[in-house]
């Protein structure tokens, strides 16, 4: 069915219509009952759509997306936050990375120095293809394993972005948790804080030494995961 | 818990005052944190997947689903908070829904079927499901169709917004919104 | 006088509600508690079937909903927070536990299932757990015996401890000291800020191990037996052993390598000022 009429019956339901249009065809839906019942059955369908209900994927996706990302193992389903075992892989190189920090994993035994050129894009989380890395060998290093590599100033500060988005959602809502848990948390981000300050200092001094390179990179990480945590509280009490 | 009135930060909808637990996951999520997006994925999977589902019609959607969500991964960080979280992942997958459709080749040229879009909906056997065929019938629209039907009626998007994301003009938008309603009336129960 | 003494002695009761209900339950249901303040107390016994008791306040209500997967028990207070309600609850062997509070003490006994409890301000004590077994406190310390599987346990500002254990373990605090007793970790990560590390256990064929800090003491059992590939690092810090260690190489900022045996597994001793000792087993988690 298809006419000048029934044509403009959505734009109608949908009050579309201008206004001497509308009148013209309110004044033949009040004779047309063939026109009526078109627009009875769009009101209908109209409402079926808002109520459909949404359904899950046939499957728990999550696991796929989770090897996409880089994240913890599969199979975590917990809807509560959890640490999986292997939680210090939870960042994914690109969160690395964005710290201007890369744990990478050493076959062969051979030992690099790895560090970022050029700039570090700040805004977005760059993927390991966008940060270039000049590779080093360093002299009689051969043990194998996971070495970290130099922290570079402006690869920090996404880094520091990131703490200072997580510090500004505890800021926020530091008035939901109780005095003592608040004690507690400064208490332990100050603890961490101190030991940031050394390890920075030491890494100063010394900035070819991978075991120091990686104590910062380790502590800086444990400072945001106690934020995220700390954050995490603030969401579960509101 | 009465919530203390705080200031108001990128987190905060104004008019409620509250923290949006959405914004927070996104902010841990952008910091690294995957158990956070897990909980952002657990809360907005099932929308996403109708969306995907819907859209896309009878194809193959779990690696359309899985790709949305790794794109708001990687996109985390330019999400503010001006809006909810959920509106915010709902633009981007329709973002990566369309996206997608171009790499297939599927070619804008069938919004303009006219009226061959009523004869392509294959009548259904009854089932006992009403729902489901309601459902099904949609996903069986021409593809044209089927998004503005998708967009508009169940989404709630305005035809102007159709037309921007679909790159077509806002009359057809509308057009072709009523001719999925039109091809629709028939899978209605009676 | 006698009618005001009854009209107390009810309002005392009405004061406190006993609660005390028992659900049967099918192998793959998880019990999942959602508390506030108050201890939990998870015994296990030979039912298929959930006990739960508790003595809540009239401000507080104890809720208890069955679904397929979980059976849910949860305190809500009528306004505002609940107050604090113990509960005691006794499920069978096999169940899983999922179990969270804020100002809540956890102490779980003899279950064969995975465990996941998460507390704010209080204390962790779990005996048992298999799979996979995560604890985790804000406040408090956090204790962990005879569990198997891939464990993750976590304190911030108290002591982490495990015995008796074995699998992949994952043990952190910021605050506190971490000791592990008695474990036999096929992986091991065990990292603090502000305090001691102690591993004594074998140490496996192809494991990796990997123990820090910041301001503590690093100690590690080993024998002649032991075989590993051993790394040290410390920048202000001293090394000590108690069986003789012939270093491999020297580095700048004080990082030796050292192999024991035929250095089969991967250790990493590490400690920011602290010193770093082998000892023999027996010695490396005593308490002060």
């Not at chain 3, 009618?3 to 609660?19: D, E, K, N, P, R």
């Not at chain 3, 064929?205 to 690092?233: F, I, K, P």
Request: one cysteine or more; a neutral charge; charged letters at 25%.
């Amino acid at each position: 069915m298809s006419d000048q009429w029934t044509d403009r019956l959505s734009e109608y339901l949908d009050g579309e219509l201008p206004p001497d249009r509308r009148a013209e065809l309110e004044a033949h839906l009040r004779h047309c009952v063939a026109c009526g019942a078109v627009l009875a059955d769009l009101k209908r369908i109209v409402t079926r759509a808002q109520g459909l209900e949404d359904r899950a994927p046939e499957r728990d996706l999550w696991p796929g997306v989770a090897a996409r990302i880089g994240a913890a193992a599969p199979g975590s389903r917990r809807a509560r936050p959890s640490g999986a075992p292997r939680r210090r892989w939870s960042f994914s190189l690109p969160q690395l990375a964005a710290a201007g920090i890369a744990l990478m994993a050493l076959s062969g035994g051979a030992a690099w120095l790895l560090r970022p050129l050029g700039r570090v894009p700040l805004a977005s989380q760059p993927s390991p293809a966008a940060t270039r890395w000049e590779a080093r060998q360093l002299p009689g290093q051969g043990d194998g394993g996971v070495l970290a590599v130099a922290a570079r100033p402006r690869g920090e500060r996404s880094y520091d972005a990131a703490v200072a988005d997580l510090e500004r959602v505890l800021e926020a809502g530091r008035g939901r948790l109780d005095t003592a848990t608040v004690r507690v948390i400064v208490r332990n981000l100050a603890t961490i804080d101190s030991a940031i300050a050394q390890a920075q200092r030491a890494v100063a001094a010394d900035s070819a030494n991978l075991y120091l390179n990686s104590h910062l990179a380790e502590t800086m990480r444990r400072k945001l995961e106690l934020l995220r945590q700390a954050a995490t509280l603030v969401s579960s009490v509101s | 818990m009465t919530p203390p009135g705080t200031g108001a930060t990128t987190l905060q909808h104004e008019a409620s005052g509250r923290t949006d637990p959405d914004a927070v996951d996104a902010t841990l999520a952008a910091s690294g944190d995957a158990h956070a997006f897990e909980r952002l994925y657990r809360g907005h999977v099932n929308r996403v997947a109708s969306l995907v589902r819907r859209m896309m019609g009878d194809e193959d959607t779990d690696d359309v689903i899985q790709d949305v969500f790794v794109r708001a991964w990687q996109k985390l960080a330019t999400f503010r908070g001006e809006s909810a979280f959920g509106t915010w992942l709902h633009r981007l997958a329709v973002n990566v829904i369309l996206g997608r459709r171009e790499t297939l080749g599927i070619r804008r040229q069938r919004h303009l079927d006219g009226d061959a879009v009523l004869e392509l909906v294959p009548g259904r056997r009854t089932t006992p499901e009403i729902s489901m065929d309601f459902e099904a019938a949609v996903e069986r629209l021409p593809d044209g169709a089927r998004q503005v039907f998708v967009l508009h009626d169940v989404e709630g998007y305005r035809h102007e917004e159709i037309a921007g994301m679909l790159g077509v003009a806002t009359g057809t938008s509308k057009s072709q919104l009523h001719r999925a309603r039109m091809a629709l009336r028939q899978h209605l129960e009676r | 006088m006698l009618l005001s003494l009854v009209h107390l002695a009810l309002a005392a009761l009405a004061l406190t509600q006993q609660v005390d209900t028992t659900v049967s339950v099918q192998q793959g249901q998880r019990l999942v508690v959602d508390a506030y303040g108050g201890d939990i107390d998870v015994k296990t016994w030979a039912r298929n079937a959930v006990r739960v008791e508790a003595d809540a306040g009239s401000r507080t209500h104890v809720e208890v909903v069955t679904s397929a997967g979980a059976v849910r028990v949860r305190t809500e207070g009528h306004r505002g927070p609940p107050s604090a309600v113990d509960l005691r609850i006794t499920v069978p062997v096999w169940m899983g536990l999922d179990m969270s509070g804020v100002y809540t003490d956890v102490t779980v006994n003899g279950v064969k299932g995975p465990v996941n409890v998460e507390t704010v301000q209080g204390e962790v004590d779990v005996t048992g757990g298999a799979g996979l077994v995560s604890l985790r406190s804000v406040e408090g310390a956090v204790t962990l015996k005879g569990a198997k599987g891939r464990i993750d346990v976590h304190s911030v500002n108290d002591d982490v401890r495990v015995s008796g254990s074995s699998g992949e373990i994952v043990a952190e605090s910021v605050n506190g000291e971490i000791v592990l007793e008695r474990v036999d970790a096929t992986s091991l990560e065990a990292t603090t800020v502000n305090g001691d590390v102690g591993y004594d256990g074998p140490i496996r064929s192809g494991g990796r191990y990997e123990l820090s800090s910041h301001n503590g003491d690093v100690t590690m059992a080993v024998t002649e037996q032991t075989s590993a590939s051993v790394t040290v690092s410390t920048f202000s810090g001293e090394f000590e052993s108690a069986i003789p260690v012939t270093l491999r190489e020297t580095r700048k900022g004080k990082r030796f390598s050292f192999t024991l045996g035929a250095g089969s597994a991967q250790v990493s001793l590490e400690s920011f000022q602290g010193t770093v000792r082998l000892v023999r087993p027996g010695a490396a988690t005593t308490s002060e």
